[in-house]
């Protein structure tokens, strides 16, 4: 019995060798993650662009992958830029970060999603938007946010586990956002992991 075992994972971990795609610059791409037609599955594509992995949304914006974790099937990806002296983001002109529903990628469920520079409507919603929101901390101590400084900001936990496809900014909404992985009440500005992880749904699920 534990012979086949042995030769079952055995054999997985040589069909996920095989077909997993080379390197992107320093990155290893894993199954099954795909950068091209002849390898890992083209359901889950990404890109490589300049030796940079880049992950596109729905609506053609790409995002740099920053780190990538296969056994639990999660990536995660660098947020928007918010150029220096202004709130708005680098995506606000496609609506922010849209995933294709149909794909097998999905937001999980361990960011903390910070907007910026929102209109009064927000205050309707269950949002944080008090004077305590991670927001202010970001505004007041982080260089890139301080463009944001003084807009009504607000943050929330995404809470939806896999049919969250979307962090949306729009004009006569919030402006900019940005996003925390794992972020713990009490944590230290200096440790807060930047970066929105995706997940995605193994092959035989989909």
């Known amino acids: 019995m534990v012979l086949v075992i042995f030769v079952i994972l055995t054999l997985v971990t040589y069909v996920s060798a095989l077909h997993a ?4 610059g320093s990155m290893e791409v894993p199954y099954p993650l795909s950068t091209n037609d002849n390898c890992g599955d083209p359901r889950y594509r990404v890109l490589c662009n300049n030796e940079i992995l880049q992950f596109e949304s729905a609506v053609g914006f790409h995002y740099k992958i920053i780190s990538i974790n296969p056994c639990v099937n999660k990536f995660v990806i660098s947020p ?12 606000l002109s496609l609506g922010g970060l849209k995933l294709d529903e149909n794909s097998p990628f999905n937001i999980s469920t361990h960011n903390t999603v910070m907007l910026f520079n929102c209109t009064e409507t927000i205050l309707l919603s269950p949002l944080n938007c008090s004077s305590n929101s991670f927001c202010r901390h970001y505004e007041e101590k982080v260089k890139e946010g301080s463009g944001c400084r003084g807009t009504l900001c607000c943050h929330f936990l995404k809470d939806s586990a896999m049919t969250a496809h979307r962090i949306r900014v729009r004009v006569g909404g919030c402006t900019a956002y940005t996003s ?19 997940q995605w749904m193994p092959p035989n699920y989909v």
């Open 80 to 91: 928007p830029l918010i150029p220096k002296n202004t709130c708005y983001a680098s995506d």
């Open 21 to 24: 795609c080379p390197k992107c």
């Open 180 to 198: 925390v992985v794992d972020m713990k009440s009490g944590d230290d500005i200096d440790s807060w992991n930047y970066g929105i992880e995706l």
